[in-house]
């Protein structure tokens, strides 16, 4: 069983999770651009800035998101949560 | 049996073809090959090497192997025994090891000499070994006769020969007895022996003895023929012996001979059926033989009666024996013997008178020591002793050659002689002394002592008996002596006594007027004068013999008188001696009384004669008074008348003066008849006195004997009687004494048991109060020592419970101490609170403490004060960068600035700030709150630190929850702990008190 994340452990989490998240985002904006810039925009350069750009919105918004709901879960696995916050 | 041995020519002429038959071989080899006896081997082995084996045409190949298993077990027992009989270590080696080898060897071995340890009981199955025994050592002489060199087999035939003739001897004395029987059964062993001989041949090669002589055999062919020329030229009954041995030296011999160079001679079995008859004949002569020595030597004296007698005797106790007991014929015995042997010396010296002096007396001379030494040498068995006494020979001799080792003859036909005899082996002991191989034997078993003891015992009663005997026969020997004298002497005193008559009747005869006689008064007094030299000679004669008759009744008085004395008990014998000896000095006696008598009588004769001739003389005195002139007797012719008338006138006057004579003598008689009278009176008196005086002698002897006799008898009734009354009084006594010891008894075990049972109860009382006390006390010690237990128990109780607190207050505080990181430093809390929790028991108090231990610390178990201290710093500085995050969160951006002013704020002087001692919490800060809370803990105040950090707000609170949460979790259990040792220690102090 994965050892609990500590309270002050939880932000630096948080924003270990934001930046994979937002390259990864970037990461697909940016080849969704270029698929499109080469076959159907005839290489031209915006649709790559594009998907970069739709993807960094999209890691942006979500990495605000986690840090202004604290208690989302996150992860493939359901966590039993057994101690109640105060 | 018949069977067996006509089986035996189909064998040899197996033998005979030397070179066997194929099929004759095949079971030969096999019978090797099964043979599973050693011995069995060997002797097939040796066979092999002679040249020939036994084969046999009937089929029984099983039934061939038994026979022969039997001979090979049958030899080796044999051989062993005969080892066993020269060697005595071998022999107790034998019988220490295998059972039953005692008995065996016992039986086989000892049988001569060894006779007192055998009871009476098995008489018959004595007689029955017995004859085994002489089998056996035919046997043994068989197969060792062909070893002996020419001078031993010369040796051994001589001995033999001994051995025949004292066998003789022995059947002679036994010719009462039912001979015949006897004869058959030593007549039937020779065909007996034949057919195991045979038989045997393969077992007999082996026995050591016969070793030799298959080697020898291939050289020299002599056997048969030898044995065949040997049997025939002997002519004495130990050809009975002879026979079969000389059959079994055939038997082995004969194999090497009979090989394929000569046709098959078959001499044994054609010479079996011939050669049996000639051997009963030449028994029935050797008993013959031995009949005519019995007739003779009886013949030599007047005594085959007497010979006879002892030996019917000895039947008859043969035939009781079985009923009676060992001993009691054991002493009788002897005595039969003795008597034989004094009935023997008896019957011989009586002829004497009919026979010629000397001679008899020599006899009498040799008869002590002879007899002396034959009852010495035991009167050992009755014939011999009878035949030692009866015959002038020296025994000693005779003896020797009995006792010979080679007698088995005389083993054979004796054996009833032995059987009868029981006495007899003591004399075997006995004899053991005199000749050697008896000796031999008997010190080849020294160690059977009580045997021994009681072949001594046997020794000395028999010596005892021999003792007896001997002054018996010495008291014997002078009665007769003195009889003879005695006899003389009387004889001589009656010849005295009638010359004396004689020479009184001549006198008278010749004193008579009457010349009448055939003679003339002068041959008369010659008669006379020759009638008194002989009577003078036959009184002299007469007086020197009944001296020499006194002198031996002295003598026999005194022998008797030292044979009573010496011997414990007055013997019948010695008492009829005596009355014999009193008899003959009565008769003695007598005679003499008689000599004087006759001689009295002589006297008066002569006083007779010695008047008659005063008379005359008188009378011719007076004749030549009256006529000077006149001659009586002096004139040859007429008378004168003057002459005649003076003649007559002096004859009247003479006359009348013999009237007057006769008047007065008439007058005279009277007193004349008186003192005549008188004077016989006192003849007779003196006579009368002597007789009374010899008669009286004669009855005190006699009543002294019968004084004798009947004080022997009384004492002996008295004693039985005395013996008797002394076992009643015993009996009596010991009953008395057993009634009184039992009232005794009774009385002292009431009195005993009163006393016991009043002690007891006294002892019981006592023992019961001091039980009581002791009772007391002992609940009183019991009760402290339980209370004692009880504040123990308690006080390690509580020891048990301050320990456990004290361990788990330390483990609160230090934690896992070997862990790498502060993150690991946890342990669970159970174990101690557990351990705590039996220590405390069912106390309510501690159980209380313990449930305030939280559930968490209990499983994960809290941190210490150290590891909380280390997680601050970081709690701290995440709490510093999200200091302006509220409770409802913020944007990335607020945390962005947020970081940013947690980068640009130094706190420098702020940093670990001691609160002050009031603080107002609407001012405080998160940075503040940091600040003191660290400062709280650096001074070791947990619980403040917890105070301050509770007090934050919004983002910082949350990051700070967990950290707050350990710490809270420390707190309760440390307080917990601390409550827990607490109270354990005051129940500690408490039991102390």
Redesign the interface.
Known sequence: MAAEVRSEDELGKKWDRCLADTIVKMGGGLAVGVVFSVFLFKRRPWPVAFGTGVGLGMGYSNCQHDFRNPNLLHGTFVKKIEKGEK | MWRASRRVPSRIKCLGQGRPTSRAQQPCRNYAEEGADKSAKAAQARLQAVGSLPTETSSGGVGRTILTATLAVGAGVGGLTVYAKTSPEFRKTLEGNIPYAREYLGAVLDRGPKMPDLGLGGVVDKAKDMVGMGKKKEEQLGSFLPKLSKSKADEEEKQRKAAADTAAQAIAYGVDQPYPAEAKVSSSPPPVKYIPTHERGTGKDEESPAIAVPAAADHRPLPVEESEVATPTDDKPREILAEPIAFGVSAIMGRPQSTPKKPVPEPPPAQLPDEKPPAAEKMEQSTAEAVAFAVSVGTDEPMPVAAKEPSAAHKESATKRPAKEKKPVGVEKPEETAAAAIAASMDEPLPPESKSEPKAKKKAEDKPATKKKALKEKAEDTAAAAVAAGMDLPIPAKAMTTSGEAVTDKHVSREEKLVETPEDTAAAAVAAALDQPFATEARETPMRTPEEVQAKLLEKEIDDLADRAATLAIIQHELQDLKRTATSAIHAQEEAAHATKMHSEQIKHAMDEDTSGPLGKEEQWQAVTGAKEAQVDALKQAEATAAAARENLEKVRAVIKQGKSSLSEPDQEILSAEEELGKLAYELETAVGKVSKAQADAQVMQEYQALVEQGRKQFKKELESIMPDVKLGGWRGKLSEDELNSLIAHAHRRIEQLQSQLAEQQLLEKSRMDDALARQRTEDEKETLALLSRELERQKRELALAQDLRIAQARDQYEAEMRTQLRRQAGAHSEHLQDVLRVQEQELSSKHQAEMHDALMDERDRYQVKLNEAMARLRGVEAAIEGRADIEREARKAQELLIACETLKRLINTGNEEAASWEERRIPLSREVNTVKEAAGDSKFFQTLLGSVPQQAMEAGVFPEDSLRQ?FL??KR??R??AMIDET????FQ?FVSYLQSLLLVDAGRRSLPPGKEVDPKKLDTFTLLSYAEHSLENGDLEQAARFMNQLKGEPR??????L?EARLTLEARQAAQALAAAAAAVGLGNLV
């Open positions: 997680r970081r709690v995440v709490c960068r999200v969160g913020g944007t990335l945390f949350k990051v700070a929850s967990d950290w949460e």
